[in-house]
């Protein structure tokens, strides 16, 4: 197929490099020009209106501000080239997602919301979990694409925004996890274990799930940079998903929680940190530091 | 090896069932005496004292209270025929254990706490994950007794309160878990997704793993009875990682959120149910009910 | 005076009556005209940009979006005969009053922000509580209208947004304190104290203060219509100060908690009610409805 | 009347002096002897059990540990020379007043809970509000006692624990006031409104309340020591007021809070200051130490 990536950060890549592997004609825009080139089969574009057009568009971008800068004032819909499905696969907000969806549905473009689980390297080895909602035919013309970049497609219904409601209520459990985890390794090293002991018991026995296995593997080695999901970003999804779970009615405790560690994490210049550096946060609280 | 059980509730009587079937010489014990009855080679006794004896004894009762009652109270250290290693199993405070290290020290008993991670049925098939902590000697003495009821042993030193840490810091793991996932699944429920379709997504992607399996199949089932782990149990073991976060000087604020989430679960009678019944809170609390 | 008030809801009109009663001149806008109107000394006009005119005009608005609808958008500072000074009394974000100061700068109008303590019967009496940070010539012109709505102006600075945060880390501590006597009472009532009576206590004794009385006398009573201070507004007021928090990088558990509780009341229908009604979620937390 | 008074601390001396300076023969123990001397009118005694004579008994002692020390394991319920009514006025558990209640009624010896709010300078000046329960013709016999060493006393009727749970629920108001203004502090200075400034308004308007003055005075001023009410008393307080609501099904999630925020304090090493101490802990937490 002919596809076209707005946003090359290192998801963008990845995404783009599976794409162009799996045979499909791959154009791609970055607004800093550098992040589209050097991947085989990727050819750069020099606008976004260039790239979201023909069989279908992907957008990557890094947050809500910065997709509708490109897409709703960038006017790409107004456009003459426009694709046949836009792919929106960033991590936004539930409220921008279901506007995305009302002024495609005007504009005459389908629009499927296609968050996905999975670092960088994931993006890379084609192996996403890749949860999308949005009219049926829309995906299954897209099939190609999706297969191409992700081990398996989850649906959730014809409603976009409820896959960006998947999303952020999976990076909640991914935050939460890394929480649950700070605080048993810091009840541990009170009592005179080493955290590190301790998640290598938890992290390969009842706890053996990648999510665990990542983020405890950092934890237990102190290792916290270069980011692999940056805490800053981490602390914009769980205010994503607060935002969505209070318009929705419901309250959430633990998400209440980890929003305040991860300001607490910040305002000790953390956020460039990786997301497991949370962990400094109930280690410094119990006196450690 | 000879080998006595005190305690032969449903992980007891899992126990007991792997020792005799890995050609150990049972006897067990248990207040109300037909819990120590019908299992193939195993031996009731007819007093804890007479189990309490040989090369070996393992303690499997339901916490403090009850294990104070029988070796404390009950004079068990005092006896004539106590045993080469008291293996203390039960889920206990970590002052507790400590307390039992010294009287057994005095008493010239070795003692070693040796919780597990693993349901009944685990149990059953001796497929455990065993947290030992005491004098090396008698961990080693006690190896074939561990092999036969756990998948591994994973030590923690000599001091035996250590593996209680972590077995309550575990524990907390757990739970905090299944909160997350209760809060993630209302947050995805109140956007118009199943709880089901969404935990099924996470159960078998980044959150593949024992522990979210378990509880997160339940959570999607809606189904809390009979309990596996019971939530008054799973109560009394957050109290339990509390005190010993309080003792150590660490703030666990999960662990103070899924507190007064236990209390408002059995408030509204759902003690009785298994720990995935927390998620009911997360639901009632926001209007489902 | 010659003094224009946009925003006649029932603050806005216990300030015109003030106003009015000490011999200002007062014009005064509402959105439904009917608002304006039957206030003695007080003349009804047909637009905010005639309300926006004069020695000073005054907004008291609900929220952000409506200050920004007819401020902003309603392009009142285009137009022609713009006030001395702008009073912004309304309780909006810090954010919202920081980019009102700037246009304000730019458009040579100057900007007080004097948000205030006290309800709708406070505001009528005269005895409200101001909170003024902005220019001090532009304060110091408007005295003879701060003197004649409040018992005393409180300065905080030049910056207008400062007494922006200053009132909405006081709406905290109010919602604050209701959680606290919900908790409280829940737990005295629990242990068969009537809450009216543990009530009556603290706050004729260590917590006498209007607070307390207000709030206190409202839960004793179970009285939580028609609402003073309305728990949607509340919940408004607790979200503009999390995002003030986060902005400025300052965790706050205790707003974390009554942001939840909050919705709790909300999603089982109590938005309507005052914000004491708070104090229902700690009961029906323990099981009681 | 003839009273004798166990537990000399600051709190002791101060109602010893108030119980002399209205004519009472007082008699006083303290386990250092120092402690029960200097008082004008105050007779020192060799033993607890000399103390625990006469018309009345009274015992103001630290905690659960030194209450169940004296007068349980101490064995003066067992002596002679018992006096006509015993008023606990400690501030101890709900459990543990119960308990007492009940082995004060099998040795007829009429039990009192009456618990006090008022630190040491109100003690002294006779100024204590005493909140009491138990058998109503012994609060009548020692009404000139309370009388002489209380503002009011406030009545909760027969069972002596209900005074506790009084006592413990308001102690928590406390506590969550200090945590709410440092929370507020924390985001007024953040904004750069100096915690002084701003706790000046709200203590002199609609905080104005003792205890907001109070502890809001030693906030606004940095000044933690000494200790009026111990930092570590206060998180002994907390501790008994969630173990008493465990036990009722109350969830508390303000109590949850400010009892890790209190084990922050401590683990920095300020569980010696005053517990105004509490604000030093929402300071860290937005980086600013």
Do not use: C
């Not at 783009?16 to 750069?44: D, K, Y």
């Not at 997709?67 to 709703?72: D, I, M």
């Amino acid at each position: 197929m002919d596809v076209g990536i707005i946003g090359m950060g290192r998801m963008g890549r990845g995404m783009a490099a599976s794409l162009a592997r799996a045979g499909h004609r791959v154009r791609a825009w970055n607004r800093s020009p550098e992040g589209s080139r050097g991947i085989e089969g990727v050819t750069p574009v020099a606008s976004a209106a260039e790239a979201f057009a023909g069989d279908a568009a992907i957008t990557m971008l890094a947050d809500d501000a910065a997709l509708e800068a490109v897409v709703v004032e960038g006017g790409l819909l107004d456009g003459a080239g426009r694709p046949k499905v836009h792919l929106g696969m960033s991590t936004i907000s539930v409220a921008l997602a279901g506007r995305l969806a009302a002024i495609h549905g005007r504009a005459g473009v389908p629009y499927v919301s296609a968050p996905v689980f999975g670092r960088p390297d994931v993006a890379e080895a084609g192996n996403l979990n890749i949860v999308a909602a949005g009219p049926a035919p829309a995906i299954e013309a897209a099939a190609p694409l999706l297969q191409a970049m992700g081990a398996k497609t989850w649906r959730f219904g014809e409603e976009a925004q409820r896959a960006n409601a998947v999303k952020l209520a999976g990076n909640f459990m991914i935050v939460a996890a890394i929480e649950a985890m700070s605080e048993a390794s810091a009840l541990s090293e009170a009592h005179g274990v080493s955290g590190a002991d301790f998640l290598d018991l938890m992290t390969n026995t009842i706890f053996a799930a990648p999510v665990y296995k990542n983020y405890g593997g950092a934890i237990a080695a102190g290792r916290y940079e270069p980011p692999g999901f940056g805490l800053t970003l981490g602390a914009k999804d769980i205010r994503l998903a607060l935002q969505a779970a209070e318009h929705a009615g419901v309250p959430m405790p633990f998400a209440s929680v980890v929003r305040d560690n991860l300001i607490d994490a910040i305002s000790h210049g953390d956020g460039g940190k990786d997301l497991a550096a949370l962990a400094l946060v109930a280690d410094r609280r119990r006196g450690r530091t």
